[in-house]
């Protein structure tokens, strides 16, 4: 009883199994650097240039103590999907009863709208910065990438993964070169690693930090990547990948470490020591690195903006398709499920823009922070869970001081979380007092809670209860095979080249025995208008080819009758089909593709929607 595959257009695509050496430790990297730029987009800059500008380098070790947390959590995450072979979703799927996953879908698509929020924002703000484009364009211009990751999906797992690499490459070179212009401190820098004690603002921009850093749809994410590894699934084979992909991640997460202390030092380094200690908002920062240090310095800032929003968003894009899929068991075309996730997060962007200016989106882009927190327990704690199942993980359950440590994190975390929602909501409720915040936002809040506290529960009393999740459910025993002696068969027919197979099939379907009806539909604007009492041109013609189909077959000893519909083709077909008392239907297909499907529509599909027999499709 397998379980569908996760991200199944890749899944076991990249072979390990021939190299040898650092060839094959080399077969293994790639799915953290994916995971990686989850933790250097516009959020992460957001909530790093308010702290180094209002704090210096004193929240260095946050930004440490947080990668530390979400390398952690990143490893439970590879372990599940390499030990079980599922992702999270489909995990938890197994695990937790029907009615919470649709919850937990919603939280996790959430989580990633919010997301693909921030990437909007950055990517707007960084064309805006280097290219002066109003940012109403710019966000106009991020539904195209949608044609980026098709692309690359097309291309296959390795094409991707260089894609990233080099994105998150020349967002690590342009803040290495801009290290070299500002020159910060290096003794002050190694001060900022010192644990402090946090109060008041610096404590709400440590946890704005750590929400921004440890992101829910990574963990999603790095379950299902680490499958695209083919390799040996015996004792050491899984091992071995568990040991390369701990490389991968701890090399990966360190360098957006390097990357997320770069951009809080630069801010450090510029702004504070310049006295300028309220610059929370990425233009600020482009501005006053223009003014400080020229124009190097922010085309540099402005380039990495935007290759950081770019990597971001078709990581994005993957982990909404694994929560579907695994939560759901829906799947769709990527393509399509990325332009609805663009279009749902450019929806609140525009709004913003159009009602309160582009100052606002500094605000939008904090709240999607905040969105994102009130989701990374609903990954957590069921990622702890499952990584302690001794049924499911047998050897490779995680050791008890792993457990603790992991437990630890995931508590520091849904508390710094809930903090800064309790926080947020009793701001909105100081400043307007509205009814909204009462008849919505409370009761959301404290059901959210519920379920939060449910997902931790449910697992410590059903451990031996496992949900059975069969995708297309048991094989049957087929049977006795009787031969189906068809009586009554339709023939569509539409005068092309195609007729002569779709009429040979159906004829050996039935032989001489059966009565055949040569459908065809009009669909002339008079057909469409008038119905059977229309005579036009068209009509005419028709019947008398039908005519030519039922003499020609007449001749061959075979028993037909012309049948026309008028108007919509499919509900035509389904009229006669039922009228008639036919058993089978067959019909051939348009071979339509891509754009002539959207434009036409496809008939078939239609007509299969509408009949209750069995419908033969001759291409």
């Avoid at 190299?19 to 250097?40: D, E, N, T």
């Avoid at 990948?241 to 991968?248: E, G, T, V, Y």
């Avoid at 999607?368 to 069921?382: D, E, H, K, T």
């Avoid at 030519?548 to 026309?564: D, F, R």
Wanted: hydrophobic content about 50%; aromatic content about 10%; charged content about 15%.
């Amino acid at each position: 009883m397998a379980e569908k595959q996760s991200l199944s257009e890749v899944h076991q695509s990249v072979t390990t199994g021939q190299r040898k050496g650092w060839r094959r430790i080399l077969a293994f990297l790639g799915p953290a650097y994916l995971v990686s730029v989850g933790y250097m987009d516009p959020g992460n800059w957001a909530t790093d240039i308010a702290g180094g500008s209002k704090f210096g380098y004193q929240l260095i070790w946050v930004l440490l103590m947080s990668n530390l947390i979400a390398l952690l959590l990143q490893s439970l995450s590879a372990r599940l999907g390499i030990v079980r072979g599922l992702d999270l979703a489909q995990a938890s799927r197994n695990t937790y009863p029907k009615w919470v996953n649709i919850p937990l879908f919603m939280l996790a698509q959430t989580a990633i709208i919010a997301c693909d929020l921030a990437e909007i924002i950055g990517m707007a703000i960084g064309l805006n910065l280097l290219f002066g484009l109003p940012l109403i364009w710019g966000i106009s211009i991020t539904i195209f990438d949608t044609v980026l990751l098709l692309f690359l999906l097309n291309k296959g797992m390795r094409k991707m993964e260089a894609f990233i690499v080099s994105m998150v490459f020349i967002v690590g070179i342009s803040f290495l070169a801009e290290m070299f212009i500002v020159q910060p401190s290096i003794v002050e820098i190694a001060k900022g690693f010192e644990p402090s004690m946090l109060g008041g603002e610096a404590l709400y921009i440590a946890i704005g930090i750590i929400g921004a850093t440890v992101m829910p749809h990574n963990l999603y994410l790095h379950s299902s990547l680490v499958q695209t590894r083919k390799f040996d699934r015996d004792r050491k084979g899984i091992k071995e990948a568990l040991k390369f992909n701990f490389i991968d991640t701890a090399v990966a997460l360190n360098l957006a470490f390097l990357v997320n202390a770069a951009i809080l030092i630069l801010a450090a380094a510029a702004f504070f020591k310049n006295g300028f200690h309220e610059v929370a908002e990425i233009q600020d920062a482009h501005e006053l690195l223009t003014n400080i240090f020229g124009s190097v310095a922010p085309a540099l800032f402005a380039i990495a903006l935007i290759a950081a929003g770019q990597s971001s968003t078709v990581t994005g894009t993957l982990a909404g398709q694994i929560v579907m899929e695994g939560h759901l068991n829906l799947r769709i075309q990527p393509w399509l499920r990325r332009l609805i996730t663009r279009l749902l997060a450019i929806v609140p962007a525009f709004f913003t823009i159009l009602y309160f200016g582009d100052d606002a989106l500094g605000g939008l882009l904090i709240l999607s922070q905040v969105v994102l927190s009130l989701q990374l327990g609903f990954a957590i704690i069921p990622l702890i869970h499952l990584n302690s199942d001794k049924k499911e993980m047998k050897e490779f359950t995680i050791k008890t001081w792993v457990k603790v440590l992991a437990w630890l994190s995931a508590a520091v975390i849904v508390a710094l979380n809930i903090k800064l929602v309790v926080e947020e909501i009793s701001g909105w409720m100081a400043e307007s007092n509205a009814w909204y915040i009462y008849v919505l936002v409370l009761p959301i809040a404290i059901l959210v809670a519920l379920l939060l506290a449910y997902i931790f529960i449910y697992p410590l009393l059903h451990k031996k209860q496992r949900i059975g999740n069969v995708p297309h459910g048991d094989a049957l025993a087929i049977g006795v095979v009787e031969k189906i002696n068809y009586e009554k068969i339709g023939i569509t027919v539409d005068f092309s080249e195609h007729d002569r197979k779709t009429i040979r099939h159906a004829l050996i379907q039935g032989g001489k025995d059966a009565h055949y009806y040569l459908i065809h539909v009009v669909e002339t604007a008079a057909a469409r208008y008038h119905g059977k009492t229309a005579m036009d041109h068209e009509t005419q013609s028709d019947i008398d080819n039908l005519k030519k189909y039922q003499e020609n077959l007449a001749e061959l000893g075979y028993h037909a009758t012309p049948q026309v519909g008028f108007g919509g083709t499919a509900k035509a077909i389904a009229e006669i089909s039922k009228s008639n008392g036919l058993e089978l239907l067959v019909m051939g297909a348009h071979g339509h593709k891509g754009l002539k499907d959207l434009i036409f529509g496809t008939t078939v599909d239609a007509v299969r929607h509408k009949v209750e027999i069995p419908v033969l499709i001759v291409r």
